[in-house]
């Protein structure tokens, strides 16, 4: 009989959880979604800090074997948070990092995570130190076989660490170790991968100060997939840094260098 509750009961609190965390997070979210169209910024603020204590609360909750399942559902928050401009114009996006935790926490595996972590916690809430930190957390559960692909989080930490925290000596070793992990495999992406990869370490370790390698690391976020807010920011920088951005008749992004480095 006890077996019996003990079979019985296990999959019913799992149930509780899981429903918990639905219960719990989704009509914050559609108070954050919808308080833009009459919310004071200061109603917004205290839903964003209702948010972060929901986020928390998901940081330490047992799993109970969900940790995939948590970190989808996190992950969908986020791009809904990520999403809503007209609230993020006003308040930032201080959040992103928090949902990272979260999210990489329960799937260090979650490889399109990585690239949001970068441009969301990088790029618009300016915390490279806490992005880099979590893709270093990561990276301990990565190889270079599983999941495929995961040289990827190596670009994404090199990127962080060249353009947003001037570190040119730590972004060579990121590019050094993603062209290494991509080299591993004969399809033509990986390869270009390496090839791309080295080139960036090899500008870095003659010239940290180097114009391409900063260039090429901008085409990297260019060609992320990526909002166009977050392109026309590429654009200016890659500009800046004298090279040109044009586009090709089928309708894509082709980076041309200035003469000297």
Do not use: H
């Amino acid at each position: 009989m006890l077996l019996f509750r003990q079979t019985f009961a296990t999959p019913f609190v799992i149930c509780l959880c899981i429903l918990g965390v639905g219960l719990i997070q989704s009509p914050q979210l559609q108070k954050l979604i919808t308080s833009k169209q009459s919310a004071s910024i200061e109603t917004i603020e205290k839903e964003i800090k209702a948010e972060n204590i929901r986020l928390n609360f998901l940081k330490k909750m047992p799993s109970f074997g969900y940790d995939n399942f948590i970190a989808d559902l996190v992950y969908l928050n986020f791009l809904q948070y990520f999403g809503d401009d007209q609230v993020r114009d006003k308040t930032g996006y201080s959040l992103s990092p928090e949902y990272f935790e979260v999210i990489l926490e329960r799937d260090p595996r979650f490889l399109a995570a990585y690239r949001s972590l970068s441009i969301s916690t990088s790029l618009y809430a300016a915390m490279p130190e806490r992005a880099i930190a979590l893709s270093e957390k990561g990276l301990k559960s990565l190889s270079p076989w599983v999941p495929e692909k995961s040289y990827y989080v190596w670009r994404f930490k090199g990127v962080d660490e060249l353009l947003f925290l001037g570190n040119a000596k730590a972004a060579e070793q990121s590019f050094a170790t993603a062209a290494n992990w991509a080299s591993n495999f004969s399809d033509p992406e990986s390869q270009m991968i390496a090839q791309t990869s080295q080139k960036t370490a090899e500008f870095l370790n003659r010239n940290p100060n180097s114009k391409y390698a900063q260039i090429a690391t901008w085409a990297i976020v260019l060609n992320n997939q990526v909002d166009q807010k977050t392109q026309k920011r590429a654009i200016r920088e890659i500009e800046a840094l004298g090279g040109k951005v044009i586009t090709t008749p089928e309708g894509t992004k082709k980076i041309i260098f200035p003469p000297e480095d």
